[in-house]
């Protein structure tokens, strides 16, 4: 595996449901995020890690609650969505926080019921 | 402040045209400007960055033209060809310390055969 890879690539979810997103980074980067993509909207910052402590929580309800459990992994734990939630979930990583090297994974198509 | 305007929403152009993306940005502390180009179900991609100490950059068929007293910079892609065809965006951000991508909303280009 090269790159950023996530999984799963498409999530479908009723409101009541539990679900988690999962993100691995194979660049040896130090740093994590996770962005939401809504159509017609600018990409949305979300959470921010680095060297596994959160940096950043860009006012995000708690339904969503992330996890770094170490530089290469991270999560995104999803409970009792609601449908304005559903979006594509991207997760990217970079060298020490530095925008020039970030680099995204192919995100997680989420719909939510 | 943090915000970055892009235009036009959507663009078709024929092959061999010359589509040109607009960004505008209103901090002057942004350092960094780059555009990535995002294909159908992968993650957005970096496909070119400028910094303000030049007003033009070019890799390959992708320029940056870049006006600091406008604070404006564009994307032209030179030679479109159909596998060109995807959506982009460009961002800013304050390279020098921590700082985080702010993105425009998008710029959907479709070159027709």
């Known amino acids: 595996e090269t790159g950023v890879t996530q999984t799963p690539r498409h999530l479908v979810m009723g409101m009541t449901n539990k679900k988690s997103l999962k993100c691995e980074q194979h660049?040896?980067?130090?740093?994590m995020y996770w962005y939401k993509q809504s159509a017609k909207k600018p990409l949305e910052l979300m959470f921010v890690?680095?060297?596994?402590?959160?940096?950043e929580n860009n006012s995000v309800p708690s339904r969503f609650s992330p996890e770094c459990p170490n530089s290469s992994h991270l999560f995104l734990h999803l409970h009792t969505l609601q449908p304005e939630d559903s979006a594509l979930y991207l997760c990217?990583?970079?060298?020490?926080?530095?925008?020039?090297?970030?680099?995204f994974g192919p995100g997680t198509r989420l719909t939510v019921l | 402040q943090q915000q970055v305007k892009q235009s036009p929403q959507s663009l078709i152009v024929q092959k061999g045209g010359i589509p040109i993306i607009n960004c505008a940005y209103e901090?002057?502390?942004?350092?960094?400007f780059p555009w990535y180009q995002q294909f159908p179900g992968k993650g957005p991609a970096l496909l070119i960055a400028?910094?303000?100490?030049?007003s033009e950059k070019k890799e390959g068929r992708f320029t940056i033209s870049f006006n600091k007293s406008a604070k404006q910079f564009s994307l032209h892609i030179m030679d479109s060809q159909p596998g060109d065809s995807a959506t982009y965006f460009c961002?800013?951000?304050?390279?020098?310390?921590?700082?985080?991508?702010?993105f425009g909303k998008g710029t959907m280009l479709l070159v027709s055969p």
């Open positions: 400028i910094r303000p100490d030049v």
């Open positions: 901090n002057t502390a942004f350092d960094y």
């Open positions: 660049l040896g980067h130090n740093a």
């Open positions: 890690y680095n060297f596994k402590e959160q940096t």
């Open positions: 961002a800013a951000s304050i390279n020098s310390g921590y700082s985080t991508l702010t």
């Open positions: 990217a990583s970079s060298q020490s926080l530095r925008p020039d090297t970030q680099y």
